[in-house]
């Protein structure tokens, strides 16, 4: 959906598991606010390095410039006050400051649509994702394909590595699961040469 009012501001958020289209959606809806001559500015987490430094990017392979930064205080600094289009990408890795920060800039007028997990990879609510969805004007829920069975997936199942809960990683690290397979496998026994740690993980 697009923005009703060219000068009024509001919260846009975009979440869901991963590989669901949120940065798909978030360059749609950047592109079309571009072809209506606004200005917009986009900002990703330095964190996230997996495709590009200074592009957003989607596992479809479009992408947008972006500027990539270390937090929500390097955030405000780049915003221009000209700006009437905010996106940021992976709001999950911005942490709690960036609720009052989106709050403050849709005050002044700016449209700000933002894309994040609302989900960590062990199906809890991923902070600040819930609250963002809290203050939104309008909400999206993206919905991914389920990589074992076909089945709409909302969840990130963590195929390799550790138990930190930010680990930043795509198709080698993760698949989109729905419910039914998550369960079956983050429930399903460890086996003898099991050595990653992960089965029987809940
Ligand atoms: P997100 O930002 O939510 O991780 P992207 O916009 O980067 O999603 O990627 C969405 C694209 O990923 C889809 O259009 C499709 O081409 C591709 N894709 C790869 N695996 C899957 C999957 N399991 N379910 C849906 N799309 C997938
Ligand atoms: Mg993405």
């Given at each position: 959906m697009d923005h009703p009012r060219r000068d009024a501001g509001w919260i846009e958020v975009i979440c869901g598991p991963m590989f669901s289209g949120k940065s798909e959606e978030l360059i749609r809806r950047l592109r079309r606010a571009a072809i209506a001559k606004q200005r917009v500015q986009v900002f990703k987490p330095?964190?996230?390095?997996?495709?590009?430094?200074t592009r957003i990017t989607s596992h479809s392979a479009q992408s947008l410039d972006a500027e990539a930064l270390p937090d929500v205080a390097a955030l405000l600094a780049a915003?221009?006050?000209?700006?009437q289009v905010v996106g940021i990408d992976e709001?999950?890795?911005?942490?709690?400051?960036l609720v009052a920060a989106v709050q403050s800039m849709a005050d002044r007028g700016v449209r700000v649509v933002i894309a994040g997990l609302d989900q960590d990879y062990l199906g809890r609510p991923f902070e600040p994702v819930p609250q963002l969805l809290a203050i939104a004007e309008q909400i999206t829920k993206c919905l991914a394909v389920c990589s074992q069975c076909g089945a709409l997936a909302s969840r990130s199942f963590r195929l390799?590595?550790?138990?930190?809960r930010v680990q930043v990683g795509a198709a080698d690290t993760y698949e989109a699961r729905c419910r039914a397979c998550y369960l079956a496998a983050m429930t399903a026994p460890a086996s003898a040469d099991d050595d990653d740690g992960l089965a029987g993980v809940a």
């Open positions: 330095a964190i996230d390095r997996r495709y590009h430094d915003l221009d006050p000209a700006t709001a999950q890795f911005f942490g709690p400051a390799a590595g550790g138990d930190e």
